[in-house]
């Protein structure tokens, strides 16, 4: 058995040579360069189309017409038989207008008042039903256009919507602001902000107070405001 075992190792180390060397050498292996990243390409802004820009998502009824506006369109009403220009009868009605008695613009007056009425609870209707998604899409319209064109953007707000509270400096400075003398606008608000600012906890209280007041308020308002959206 020593015998078989030590021929037999001999034999196995010969073989496992041979493998090695049918098998040949290790390749080296290449390293590879890090592939380089490309610069990103800016996205190229979407150009909004005629459509978008012309054509409206939703819109709010109307504002009601002044007095001084009913009264324009009754005497354009009256100036129709004659051949007059459309500015030829504006000023004659702003000069009529102006020569007009208060007791004779009465009548204008309470025509437009009803008007106004009638126009907040139309107003009120609408904003309770429009799909806010809508609204928010037509205020992104409006942007564009806005930004196409160059002008002013006339955002859609809900007037119903419950106004945001007044902090107590803001409160301090609509009391103060009206006394100050300053060469600006800028300087004014410097000028309370030191005082606010040099003025102990006890003397901001009632400020603060008043504040905290308006954001309990606040925050009840919305709550009602909210669940009247989701009614």
Known sequence: NATLAAVAKPARAEASKK???????????????ALEKK?????VKKQPTKKELTETIVSPPTGPPSAYNLFVKAHHAKSASQQLSLPEVSR??????????????????????QARKSHERDL???WSTVDRKKVQLENMRRRRVSQEKGTPVNLLKDPFKPKRPTTGY????????????????????????????????????????????????????L?????????
């Open 170 to 221: 803001v409160l301090f400075f609509i009391e103060k602001a009206p006394n100050v003398s300053a060469d600006s606008v800028a300087e004014k608000a410097k000028i309370v902000s030191a005082e606010w600012h040099s003025m102990s906890d006890e003397q901001k209280a009632p400020y603060q107070k008043k504040s905290k007041a308006m954001v309990e308020k606040y925050q009840k308002d």
């Open 223 to 231: 709550a009602a405001y909210n669940a009247s959206l989701n009614a």
């Open 124 to 126: 009120r209707q609408w």
């Open 39 to 43: 610069p990103k390409q800016k996205a």
């Open 92 to 113: 004659e009605a702003s000069a009529l207008w102006k020569a007009l008695s208060d007791a004779d613009k009465r009548s204008f007056e309470q025509e437009s008042q």
């Open 19 to 33: 493998k090695k060397t049918a098998s040949g050498p290790k390749k080296p292996v290449k390293k590879t360069k």
